[in-house]
Nanobody, 125 residues
Framework: QVQLVESGGGLVQAGGSLRLSCAAS????????TGWFRQAPGTERKLVAA????????YYVDSVKGRFTMSRDNAKNTVYLQMNSLKPEDTAVYYC??????????????????WGQGTQVTVSS
């Protein structure tokens, strides 16, 4: 079992920044890939960014490339999502998730076995 707790969400003006954190406990966190997802009201939950267990390989959806950066500190069992140049369309509940292997998946929610409770990010125009 892996328990995930997100933090760092909030209200920010367009152009601002936030850093989300996802603290993990339970299984050996460093062995598993992680992902950040977001879900806006009335929409499906979608992958925003992902990183392999080592952190060497990363993935970003086109809409956040150049603005969001995902990183992980395995010593602290924590994954981060640095979000810069935020836009109103980034408003959503953000979730972190963990796979059961070293590689991430980009095909929807499949492959992510453990989820946090989510943290709200609201970007005002």
């Amino acid at each position: 079992q892996v328990q995930l707790v997100e933090s760092g969400g909030g209200l920010v003006q367009a152009g601002g920044s936030l850093r989300l954190s996802c603290a993990a406990s339970g299984r050996t966190f460093s062995r598993f890939a992680t992902g950040w997802f977001r879900q806006a009201p009335g929409t499906e939950r979608k992958l925003v960014a992902a990183a392999s267990a080592s952190g060497v390989s990363t993935y970003y959806v086109d809409s956040v490339k150049g603005r969001f950066t995902m990183s992980r500190d395995n010593a602290k069992n924590t994954v981060y999502l640095q979000m810069n140049s935020l836009k109103p369309e980034d408003t959503a509940v953000y979730y972190c998730a963990v796979t059961s292997g070293p590689y991430y998946y980009t095909n929807g929610l499949s492959g992510y076995d453990y989820w946090g409770q989510g943290t709200q990010v609201t970007v005002s125009s």
